[in-house]
């Protein structure tokens, strides 16, 4: 079984200081990891993903995140928040084999002026 | 534009009303996916086809019976809704089986149930 634990379901930031956004995953194999984002009333955008080679992935809209096997984790960052990067975020893994994704919780972002 | 488009966006029903949400996609692709989203507990799904003429069920299949006839078509459908079936559905589609290149989504059905 496959399950995603992203930490904080909400997490608030002013507008020019950093974004961290967790996810841990479990596995039993090495997965496919993604980020998504929705803004309100919308459905979800792909933000970023991992399969496989480089651990660092770079998205849209400057955000990043590292595959960390050891630590079973794939968190987001953002050196600079934006207005506009209000929303909420899912964290989601597939693993070989099986087709779907499960996504975490989610975790909504405020980022105040 | 390509993607996925659902239908309704919003709908209202009373307890023991059927109804069918149609999900249609324009990119070929192959996999399609029926999510549920509730506040505090992500997306869950409810039932998947990997090809035209095949379903599947996933984590949260009761109450819900889903048919795939066209391959740009995935229909959701209740047969008697229930108060607990409030909730925004998605749809998703894919080209790869285990989602490498991530899910299309469409933007949602808002489903009340009274």
């Known amino acids: 079984a496959q399950s995603v634990t992203q930490l904080g379901s909400h997490v608030s930031v002013s507008e020019g200081a950093l974004v961290l956004l967790r996810c841990n995953y479990s596995s039993s194999v090495p997965p496919y990891l993604f980020w998504y984002v929705q803004y309100p009333n919308q459905g979800l955008q792909l933000l970023l993903k991992y399969t496989t080679g480089a651990t660092l992935v770079k998205g849209i809209n400057g955000f990043e995140a590292e595959f960390k096997k050891s630590e079973t984790s794939f968190h987001l960052t953002k050196p600079s928040a934006h207005m506009s990067d209000a929303a909420e975020y899912f964290c989601?893994?597939?693993?070989?084999?099986?087709?779907?994704?499960?996504f975490g919780s989610g975790t909504r972002l405020q980022v105040q002026p | 534009n390509a993607g996925v488009t659902q239908t309704p966006k919003f709908r209202v029903l009373k307890t023991g009303q059927s109804m069918t949400l149609l999900c249609a996609q324009d990119m070929n692709h192959e996999y399609m996916y029926w999510y549920r989203q509730d506040p505090g507990m992500g997306l869950r799904l409810i039932h998947y086809?990997?090809?035209?003429?095949?379903?599947a069920k996933g984590e949260v299949p009761d109450g819900y019976n889903v048919s795939r006839l066209k391959k740009q078509n995935f229909l959701l459908g209740l047969e008697s809704a229930a108060p607990s079936q409030t909730s925004v559905y998605f749809c998703a589609s894919s080209s790869s089986t285990t989602g490498q290149y991530g899910y299309t989504f469409g933007s949602g059905t808002r489903l009340t149930v009274v």
């Open positions: 086809s990997v090809g035209e003429g095949t379903t």
């Open positions: 989601a893994v597939s693993k070989g084999g099986r087709r779907a994704l499960t």
